[in-house]
């Protein structure tokens, strides 16, 4: 018997839901509303897509993993994508100190323009046989609380359709409608959370100056617990010989969209590295502002009924602060529960869509914990106070930094689970706690931790002396 899916939303957890159900259904229909890019550009209604995005290596291996026959990793990389090493290839002031930067080369993180992640993406899903683009937009859902069978859509020409299908994917991002859908079928109470820092993102393209093509990506990162509004500064070279640099501020302390003042922030921050770096680099874009920033979860997993048929991944599912780098790597690994699901229990099984969505709630419950024990210390936070296992839990996280800046074990530890790659039980094992006690092992470092010839560089870049 033939089988169908409907996926809603073209995005990286649309095309990656879309590539899992390839492997287990004839026909996967996505539908987009959007017309999107043909090539490696910023995609409509991707409010975030001009900003620094990073894949970490969970969700570079779960898209491998998804896209059988496709290396991602060698089209981005042919395409013009850099590689770093976690551990060992970004300078990093975080909030204990400067990270030291450690022979091993491990956690290697890739960093592009959104535009380019998305597009490869997207062109290896479209090349699988089965799976179909079609532009619509979404109004409905078809069938009962019991069961969902389709969707009812607007179509380009101003007309309705409906679509049956036998599971569809809610996949379309922070709009997402489907706690008003499921409600029209009398399915509430569905739990909420938001914590929210008033983060701004300002963002804007630089091109690379002569001799510099080999600096490491750089940041300097928000330090939530100084009683101050956070802000931060990312710099990462991206395809093209660019630089593509995001300034972040939270409530109280937010970027300027004025590009005259956009340095000037860089400069002003704990440490002036991304300042100095690109005060005489050649602006290649405006500044762009992203205020969408809040970290926003809908407790789907915990719902008191749960149709059959159903399923929501991604942005539809959770949304993080952009400044942790969490978000396609989610969208993966959900992507990557619909398929282990799939091939385990199969698509007509009882209780299918609901064993999904509690699949992929563990990394999202992961990634959730992560940025909002760090957002819920901000000034004017909105959102639930800190209580005290949190403030016990952020006493131990914030010593573990510490010791992390001056120890490959330990800092190679908080990578495994801030990458998503090991749960966050990993830091509580018995080496890793008296580590953690017995505190920093080498002194503090007074400055980036650069190579003499990386110096070099800086020095010859820097216009602000």
Same mark, same amino acid.
Do not use: C, F, K, N
């Given at each position: 018997m033939s089988r169908s899916a409907i996926v809603i939303g073209g995005s990286m957890a649309g095309m990656l839901a879309a590539a899992a159900l390839s492997q287990s259904v004839d026909k996967v229909t996505v539908l987009e509303r959007d017309t999107l890019p043909g090539g490696p550009e910023p995609r409509k209604g991707l409010p975030q897509g001009h900003h620094a995005h990073i894949l970490l290596p969970s969700g570079r291996d779960a898209i491998e993993r998804l896209i059988p026959g496709v290396n991602i990793r060698e089209r981005l990389r042919a395409a013009g994508a850099n590689e770093a090493s976690l551990t060992s290839g970004i300078v990093t002031l975080g909030p204990e100190g400067w990270y030291r930067r450690w022979r091993h080369n491990s956690h290697l993180l890739t960093t592009c323009s959104r535009g380019l992640l998305d597009w490869a993406v997207r062109e290896a899903v479209l090349g699988i046989d089965g799976v179909t683009l079609r532009t619509g937009n979404v109004v409905a859902l078809r069938g009962s609380a019991q069961r969902i069978t389709g969707v009812r859509l607007d179509t380009p020409d101003g007309q309705e359709a409906e679509l049956s299908a036998d599971v569809v994917i809610d996949a379309s991002g922070r709009g997402s409608r489907a706690v008003h859908w499921l409600g029209?079928?009398?399915?509430?109470?569905?739990?909420?959370?938001?914590?929210d820092s008033g983060l701004v993102y300002a963002s804007r393209l630089y091109q690379v100056p002569e001799g510099a093509e080999k600096f490491p990506p750089s940041q300097v990162t928000a330090n939530p617990f100084s009683g101050e509004p956070g802000q931060s500064a990312l710099l990462l070279p991206i395809e093209g010989n660019r630089w593509l640099v995001s300034l972040g501020g939270t409530r109280g302390g937010e970027p300027p969209a004025d590009p005259g003042d956009f340095i000037r922030f860089a400069l002003g921050l704990r440490h002036p590295i991304v300042g100095q770096l690109i005060s005489g680099a050649r602006p290649l874009s405006d500044v762009v502002l992203n205020r969408s920033t809040r970290n926003g979860r809908k407790y789907f997993e915990k719902a008191p009924t749960w149709p059959e048929g159903f399923v929501v991944l991604g942005d539809a599912n959770a949304t993080y602060n952009p400044v942790y780098g969490q978000g396609m790597s989610v969208a993966a690994l959900g992507a990557q529960a619909l398929r282990q699901e799939l091939q385990q229990t199969g698509l007509t099984t009882a209780g299918f869509a609901?064993?999904?969505?509690q699949a992929a709630a563990k990394p999202v419950e992961a990634a959730w914990a992560m940025s909002t024990s760090q957002d819920r210390w901000f000034p004017g936070v909105v959102g639930n106070p800190?209580?005290?296992?949190? @403030?016990?839990? =952020? $006493?131990?996280? @914030?010593?573990? =930094? $510490?010791v992390a800046t001056s120890s490959y074990r330990v800092s190679n530890a908080m990578c495994y689970?801030?990458?998503?790659?090991?749960?966050?039980?990993?830091?509580?094992?018995?080496?890793l706690l008296l580590a953690t006690l017995a505190g920093p092992v080498l002194p503090a470092l007074s400055g980036p931790p650069l190579t003499g010839d990386e110096g070099a560089i800086l020095h010859s870049v820097d216009r602000t002396a």
């Open positions: 029209q079928l009398g399915i509430t109470h569905i739990p909420e959370s938001i914590v609901r064993r999904v969505q800190p209580t005290i296992a949190d @403030r016990l839990l =952020t $006493r131990y996280t @914030r010593r573990m =930094t $510490r689970v801030t990458t998503l790659q090991e749960d966050a039980i990993r830091l509580v094992r018995p080496s």
